[in-house]
């Protein structure tokens, strides 16, 4: 037996959305009915060199499958100025669930881009309103690009307003997707009117305004994923029909962490979580609802369905690089 190597490419590849975000809602499926197992993600904390790593193990049976690995990921946010490195970067461990075999190492840093985009698919296909049409994006980095491809098989998405400081990033981000929607640069106030709303920073002081947002917008806030980090106003989240992935992650990172911690919004301002929505438990979408918002973290599970997908598609295809990783060929 041989272990596959996938790079950022062939996890690109081998992730298409179609298959990507049903995968992603089953694993939300498979934890809510506790079919899975997801350890606290733990911290391993670097401020001499102004970043950490991260670990995120998860084993999860989705019926017809069931697979296991861990996450390896740092965030080094002086990476890009000193080092010419990602400021994150990520490893991910497959194995097969039934003898412990690593049947795959992956890119992560490709994979957490493309399984965060689908999870956003999923709270939208479920939170916003059955004719969006338009998605505002603030923030115009790398998660940007998932955001709209993933949304865009859950909902006809014709409009997109993208907004970031980085006047470059965002003329990158338009011509990327030149002729297949429209789209076009705008202000923070101009996304968040859109139908759905996608917030990619790691900003610690809200930009996002609760009189900015449309009245039935539905809110993916995906930049918080550490303490400190808060991008929507607390009167926003307050207001709004307020959806989360895990509660112990996203009172500790998520986006309502740091009004969660300062006691300004508390367990019974969240509705419910992704799951119970999923399998049923909870209503998402209703004829009464106005704004809402889906904090999202990131959970192991999502990385574990992912390199699921990747993994079966490039051995279909014959792509990675397979190697004697354990020494075992004869």
């Known amino acids: 037996m041989e272990t596959l190597l996938l790079n950022g490419a062939e996890v690109h590849e081998n992730a298409e959305m179609a298959e990507l975000v049903p995968a992603i809602e089953e694993a939300f499926a498979a934890y809510e009915r506790g079919d899975a197992q997801m350890p606290p993600k733990s911290y391993i904390d670097l401020p001499q060199y102004n970043g950490d790593f991260r670990s995120m193990p998860a084993y999860l049976d989705a019926g017809d499958w069931d697979a296991a690995g861990v996450k390896w990921v740092n965030v080094h946010t002086d990476n890009e100025e000193e080092y010419d490195l990602p400021t994150v970067m990520g490893t991910m461990i497959y194995s097969d669930p039934s003898n412990a075999f690593p049947l795959a190492i992956l890119d992560g840093t490709e994979l957490t881009m493309k399984r965060t985009g689908a999870a956003a698919a999923v709270a939208t296909d479920h939170l916003a309103i059955a004719d969006a049409t338009s998605l505002g994006i603030v923030g115009a980095g790398a998660q940007a690009y998932t955001q709209l491809e993933a949304i865009a098989t859950v909902r006809d998405v014709e409009t997109v307003v993208v907004s970031d400081l980085d006047e470059e990033r965002v003329a990158r981000f338009v011509d990327a997707f030149e002729g297949r929607f429209d789209v076009r640069a705008g202000s923070i106030a101009e996304a968040a009117s859109c139908d759905v709303l996608s917030t990619v920073t790691p900003v610690e002081d809200p930009i996002v305004p609760r009189d900015a947002v449309g009245e039935h917008t539905h809110v993916n806030a995906m930049g918080a994923d550490a303490e400190g980090k808060h991008e929507l106003a607390d009167d926003l989240l307050l207001d709004a ?46 004829d009464s609802d106005g704004v809402t918002v889906f904090d999202s973290t990131g959970l192991a599970i999502q990385d574990v369905a992912a390199a699921h997908v990747v993994y079966e598609h490039a051995n279909e295809r014959d792509n990675g690089y397979p190697f004697d990783l354990l020494g075992l060929a004869d």
């Open 241 to 286: 029909k307020l959806v989360i992935d895990d509660h112990a992650q996203t009172t500790h990172s998520g986006e309502i962490n740091v009004p969660y911690t300062a006691g300004v919004l508390g367990d019974d301002d969240i509705y419910g979580a992704l799951g119970e929505i999923v399998v049923g438990e909870k209503a998402g979408r209703t």
